[in-house]
């Protein structure tokens, strides 16, 4: 197996260097900044630079790049800057994911071209109170109309949800005599009757999460995306995209990851205590090498898992394990790194305590690590849990 990168990757990495690079020095001040102009400011420059769409078809006005490439990409861009890196992310395997794998032409046209254009973000809508890592436990239903469906419920945690011009919201299906049809998606617009923001609540990294909620919403049948069905296969292909998102939201993790070791043997290098720099200490020395096994150990798994992506979607198993060690490895490197700093590791001076907020979302987000060690035990068992939470 040859682990060494194409010069093309190489090329593709180097690109979003020196694109990211310069933001490096401001990340952990991102939301300080005014919101949404920063956030739509950068859409623009991750557009302008073809930075957006990039792991989607030319067929839907993506560029094409490989999965592994596009996932390469974001873990640069994310040892840099991993707020803006979540933007490009979620243009290419994020929630535009959604429409561009799932949707028709007309959705594409309608809802993809925007995001990639710069002047348009999406939002997914999942989570619910009774409806966390079990995905299916879904309250929020589509009733069939004469011309459409009519959405009822409410979502929460919801990314961009104030800026967003087409939430991707899942729903439970049913006839209009109120027989359960099956779990799948529609494309709602926020100027529609009926669907309320909510005001949101702050998250540890100074973000912000919103709710939305459905009343008598009537969605046109031209905007089901994924339409219920009671042998769950639809479901599995939502879930199945839902996969990809998992995967590449790894890779930003890996990039914060990766700048945090960075920082550490920097300082290592050249702060000096006693006479000497601190890296001569050997207590500095075996922190040091616990977090560069740990940082590799969680690339090499998940660079396999993005490299065994096959049509453009990757497995559920090679998911679960990646994300159970990248998680694992990150705490233990940003806390180390936070160590080696000493006390200017715990001010706001440095990004680091920023990278120990904006990273605890890792563990929780995109199905919990708890719920993914389930799911690989139940592979494991010749089981399966749920349908494919």
Known sequence: MDFELSE????????????????????????AKPQPQTLMEANKRLANAGFLGMGLSEDVGGLGVPTFDTCLVIEEASRHDPNTAYLMRNATAGPTAFIAFLGTRQQQEKYVKPVLEGRAVTAICITEPEAGSDATA????????????????????ITHAHVANCYVVYAKFKEADDSVIGIGALLVEPGMQGVTLGPGVETMDGGRVYQLYFDDVEVPAENVLIPGKSDKAHFKRLMSVYNLERLSGQFRWLGVMQRAFDMAREHALTRRQFGRPIIEFQAIQLKLADMKVRLEAARLLLY??????????????????????VQDSLKFVLDEAIQIHGGM?????????????????????????????????SILAGRKLGVDA
């Open 345 to 377: 590791g715990y001010t706001r001076e440095l990004p680091l305590e920023y990278f120990q907020r904006l990273a605890r979302l890792g563990s929780i987000g995109g199905g919990t690590v708890e719920i993914h060690r389930i799911g690989l035990a």
């Open 8 to 31: 093309e990757q190489k090329e593709l990495i180097e690109r979003a260097r020196v694109f990211f690079e310069p933001y490096a020095a401001d990340t952990h001040k991102w939301y």
């Open 304 to 325: 396999r898992a993005a490299a065994r992506v096959q049509q453009g979607l990757p497995r559920r198993e090679d998911v679960s394990m990646a994300k159970i060690l």
């Open 138 to 157: 879904l309250k929020t239903t589509a009733k069939r109309t004469s011309s459409g469906w009519r959405l009822n419920g409410g979502k929460h945690y």
